[in-house]
């Protein structure tokens, strides 16, 4: 195809040469018939000058219309080729500038979109790298997570729960260190984020209290995980979290108690820890399909292929310039009419040779004249054209260098076009190339996706089978734990009525000997003992504690009109004090005094009055008085037989 442009090229340029060497040419005869037909006329003026009048002039007459008329016909002759080559030499050389020029534009255009087209194919094959790149990186993470999961999950202490692995150790630690060694493991303290997970954790502590991955170190009050959430759901046993003394870090199954059992601790404290580690189920859609269709590039390969026509059937003719011909064309006319005025005048002449033949001479002597000056013509047009025709040689070599530039510019922009074509089908050689590891890349890609998935469904039935694991041994350990209270109730419930059983019998037995026993005396659910010696307030208390009993407590107006009744008149002391604290009256079991029965101003604390004393005013119900511990009187003791 490029070798039949550059033929064309030269046979158009070879077409222009000779078209002007043949107009060269045709000015050459031109002039040699002119000079041939000056020659002639002079010969035959001399002639005519020379010979005899009448037969001069009419050989004269004969040879200047002979001469004119060959002048004439040679003269149109020539005007008629001049002007046919030169307007079709015109239009020729002006429809080869217009072609070559809409060519040269064809050309830039179709060479602009090839490179246009170039930078697109590179950019999609920078595109095109840049996503197999991407996906090989992303292909390599997922291998090495799906090795770091068959790792995880085959290493011992490790579990997997819910797309996480857990880890609980074996050891206790403080939560900064339980910390520590879970980031150690590529992991992190639990966090949890449901009932199921907080059930699973509480399974497998096995009954130990063990750190989370929550704490409120960064602000008091606000609980956060180990990423950076904020604990919204928490399952904390009531009061919790209380932040006494320095309580930061949580821990869940503290002391054992079930859910929910979350307590805020010391982060100093030693505890086992559980480690969780999250696992990716599923790429995203994204790195699924990380290349482009390649369609739209194959679909504008037709578009390139019709750059490739752009050189076929270019005809390069050098221009020219339409004013110089247009000069020509009137140079030639003016000449003619000239030559035709001139043959007028000689035919005139010869007319009036020919009726007075004594004026021949005259006459000759007038058409050498007019021949001199239709030589003069003659010569004036030739220079005129020889004028025309440098100019035109001019105009050739300007539309020469015209052409040579354009054969240049299309010579850069045919190798332009090549090195572009080499270099579109390097890039595309690169993108078959490209296409091809992208497919085996993602043929390995779904072969390890499938076997992602194989493993997570073998995951999931573990997953389902150690659930129902889970959940058999809950049910076990709650039934057990079910029957266990139970039968703590029922042994507490029993020792509890053996005891009663045992008291009801010592109290019964102890209520006979008291009964039986000289001094006593039952009233309402006790048994009352009043000396018959008089001793201090501490002395007689001590005398009651050694009968198993103590001073006694009025609780009712009942047992206080016993008392008086009993006491037969003597002042006897009770167990009640103000020792402790001045003004607060209280019973020896430590009850306060509610209601009294003291005489009028009693009690006045008088002389360090710390004792009651009942019966003192023996004529009122209302006998009690303070009076010093030291003194003596009788005292009255009290067992109570229920208690």
């Not at 679909?299 to 059937?313: A, D, I, L, T």
């Not at 000056?373 to 539309?399: D, R, Y």
């Not at 005891?499 to 008291?514: A, I, Y």
């Not at 604390?605 to 006998?623: I, Q, R, V």
Request: proline residues 2%.
């Amino acid at each position: 195809m490029m070798k039949s442009v550059y033929e064309n090229s030269r046979f158009a340029a070879h077409s222009s040469s000779a078209d002007l060497n043949d107009s060269t040419d045709s000015y050459e005869d031109i002039y040699a018939n002119e000079d041939v037909i000056e020659m002639q006329v002079t010969r035959s003026n001399k002639e005519a000058m020379t010979s005899e009048p009448n037969t001069s002039g009419h050989r004269c007459y004969r040879l200047a219309v002979v001469c004119l008329l060959m002048l004439i016909v040679l003269l149109l002759a020539a005007i008629a080729i001049l002007w046919f080559k030169l307007t079709t030499k015109k239009d020729q050389i002006q429809t080869s500038n217009n072609n070559m020029t809409t060519h040269r534009d064809q050309l830039q255009t179709s060479c602009s979109n090839l490179t246009a087209e170039r930078d697109q194919l590179t950019t999609s094959y920078k595109k095109s790298a840049e996503e197999r790149d991407q996906f090989l990186r992303k292909t390599e993470e997922l291998q090495n997570r799906i090795s770091q999961l068959e790792r995880d999950i085959n290493t011992p202490g490790w579990k997997y729960f819910s797309s996480s692995i857990y880890y609980i150790s074996t050891e206790k630690k403080s939560w900064s260190e339980s910390r520590h060694d879970c980031q150690g493991r590529g992991a992190d303290l639990v966090i949890i984020n449901s009932r199921e997970e907080q059930d699973f954790v509480e399974v497998w502590r096995r009954g130990k209290s063990a750190w989370i991955g929550a704490t409120d170190r960064d602000m008091e009050g606000v609980w956060k995980w180990m990423d950076g959430t904020a604990v919204t759901n928490g399952f904390w046993r009531q009061g919790e979290p209380n932040n006494v003394g320095d309580e930061d870090c949580a821990v869940s199954g503290y002391q054992s108690e079930p859910v929910p059992n979350w307590f805020d601790v010391s982060c100093a404290l030693q505890n086992v820890w559980i480690c969780e580690k999250r696992i990716n189920r599923s790429p995203s859609k994204r790195h699924r399909r990380l290349f482009v269709d390649s369609a739209s590039f194959y679909g504008r390969e037709r578009e390139q292929n019709m750059s490739e026509s752009v050189y076929e059937n270019i005809v390069f003719l050098p221009g020219s310039s339409s004013a110089v011909l247009k000069d020509d064309r009137n140079s030639c006319e003016d000449i003619y009419m000239n030559q035709v005025r001139e043959t007028q005048v000689t035919g005139c002449k010869k007319e009036t040779m020919t009726s007075e033949p004594s004026m021949v001479g005259c006459r000759c002597f007038t058409l050498a004249m007019c021949l001199l000056m239709l030589v003069l013509l003659l010569l004036a047009a030739t220079a005129i054209l020889w004028v025309n025709f440098n100019n035109l040689t001019i105009e050739k070599h300007h539309l020469q260098t015209s052409y040579n530039n354009l054969t240049t510019e299309r010579d850069h922009l045919q190798t332009s076009y090549n090195n572009l074509t080499i270099e579109k089908h390097h890039l595309q050689t690169s993108y078959n190339n490209l296409t091809t590891e992208r497919n085996h890349l993602q043929t390995s890609y779904n072969n390890l996706i499938m076997k992602r998935d194989q493993l997570e469904t073998s995951y999931t039935d573990l997953t389902t089978e150690r659930d129902q694991l889970v959940t058999s041994y809950k049910n076990l350990i709650a039934e057990n734990e079910r029957l266990k209270t139970s039968n703590k109730k029922v042994a507490e419930e029993r020792d509890q009525f053996q005891k009663n059983r045992e008291e009801l019998q010592r109290g019964l037995s102890q209520l006979k000997r008291d009964i039986n026993t000289p001094g006593w005396k039952y009233f309402s659910s006790s048994i009352y003992y009043i000396s018959t010696e008089k001793k201090s307030w501490d002395e007689s208390r001590h005398d009651c504690q050694g009968r198993g009993a103590d001073l006694v407590i009025i609780n009712s107006r009942e047992e206080q009109d016993f008392v008086d009744v009993w006491r037969r008149g003597e002042a006897g002391w009770i167990g009640l004090t103000d020792r402790e604290r001045e003004g607060v009256w209280k019973w020896v079991d430590g009850t306060e005094l509610t209601n009294g029965f003291w005489g009028d101003g009693e009690p006045n604390s008088k002389g360090d009055e710390d004792c009651a004393l009942s019966g003192y005013w023996s004529k009122s119900a209302l006998n009690w008085v303070d009076i010093s511990c030291n003194d003596r009187f009788v005292w009255i003791c009290e067992k109570n037989i229920l208690s």
